[in-house]
C-alpha cells in the first residue's frame, strides 16, 4: 500500500517562511508527477504548485514569486518552500502524487498539513 506523509506545517507570522515536505512510502516503481494542493474553510481544493519527474514546475498565480516547489526523485519525496506567507496562504494543504505501484497507476493523497499564518 502507498502512503503519502506530509509534514512542516505549522503556525508562523505574516511575512514568514515554512517549508514542507512529502515523502511516499510503499510498493512504489515510479512517480510521475507530483504537486501541492491547499484548502481553505468554505473554499474548494486548489492546486498551489506542480512538478514533473524531469523538474517542470507551474505555480497558481497567487504564489507564483514567493513559493517553490521541488522533488528529490531518490526519496520519492516532494517540498514546498513558502516564503512571503500571508493571512490568505491559510489553509491545509496536501500532496499529490501520479504513480505506478504494484497495484497499477494511481493517484494519491496525504493527509493534510495545516499552516496558519496570523500575526
Known amino acids: 500500500q502507498v502512503q503519502l506523509v506530509e509534514s512542516g506545517g505549522g503556525l508562523v507570522q505574516p511575512g514568514g517562511s515554512l517549508r514542507l515536505s512529502c515523502a511516499a512510502s510503499?510498493?512504489?516503481?515510479?512517480?510521475?508527477?507530483m504537486g501541492w494542493y491547499r484548502q481553505a474553510p468554505g473554499k474548494q481544493r486548489e492546486l498551489v504548485a506542480g512538478?514533473?519527474?524531469?523538474?517542470?514546475?507551474n505555480y497558481a498565480d497567487s504564489v507564483k514569486g514567493r513559493f517553490t516547489i521541488s522533488r528529490d526523485n531518490a526519496k520519492n519525496t516532494v517540498y514546498l518552500q513558502m516564503n512571503s506567507l500571508k493571512p490568505e496562504d491559510t489553509a491545509v494543504y496536501y500532496c499529490?502524487?501520479?504513480?505506478?505501484?504494484?497495484?497499477?497507476?494511481?493517484?494519491?493523497w496525504g493527509q493534510g498539513t495545516q499552516v496558519t499564518v496570523s500575526s
Open positions: 512538478i514533473t519527474r524531469g523538474g517542470s514546475t
Open positions: 499529490n502524487a501520479d504513480l505506478m505501484s504494484s497495484r497499477g497507476r494511481t493517484t494519491c
Open positions: 510503499g510498493s512504489i516503481f515510479s512517480i510521475y508527477a
